[in-house]
């Protein structure tokens, strides 16, 4: 079985920054895409950025300029650099991975709390 397990998450004040991780375990090979959701009360889950296995990274509006992900491939790790925070930014980050021959809608983690507030 394949896992994968955010963290980084917390609390934020506008204009902070935080950096969350995500790994990807187990069964989990020949990874291809991995991309960070993240889903606000009442709203709809929303791409926030997402990483290529050849390095093409694409981000919503709303984040780029500010958020950087990146990849770590020795270690099956996402990362999300979070600068310039605002309280919009505030939800529930889900880390999802895409692998070959895997499930069509990839490995999802439990999500991780991002507050921004003062």
């Known amino acids: 079985q394949g896992q994968v397990v955010e963290s980084g998450g917390g609390l934020a004040q506008p204009g902070g920054s935080l950096r969350l991780s995500c790994v990807a375990s187990g069964s989990i090979g020949s990874i291809y895409v991995m991309a960070w959701y993240r889903q606000a009360p009442g709203k709809e889950r929303e791409l926030v950025a997402g990483?290529?296995?050849?390095?093409?990274?694409n981000y919503a509006d709303s984040v780029k300029g500010r958020f950087t992900i990146s990849w770590d491939n020795a270690k099956n790790t996402v990362y999300l650099q979070m600068n310039s925070l605002k309280p919009d930014d505030t939800a529930v980050y889900y880390c999802?991975?895409?692998?070959?021959?895997?499930?069509?809608?990839?490995?999802w983690g439990q999500g991780t709390q991002v507050t921004v507030s003062s």
């Open positions: 990483i290529v296995s050849d390095g093409i990274r």
């Open positions: 999802n991975v895409l692998q070959k021959g895997g499930p069509i809608d990839g490995y």
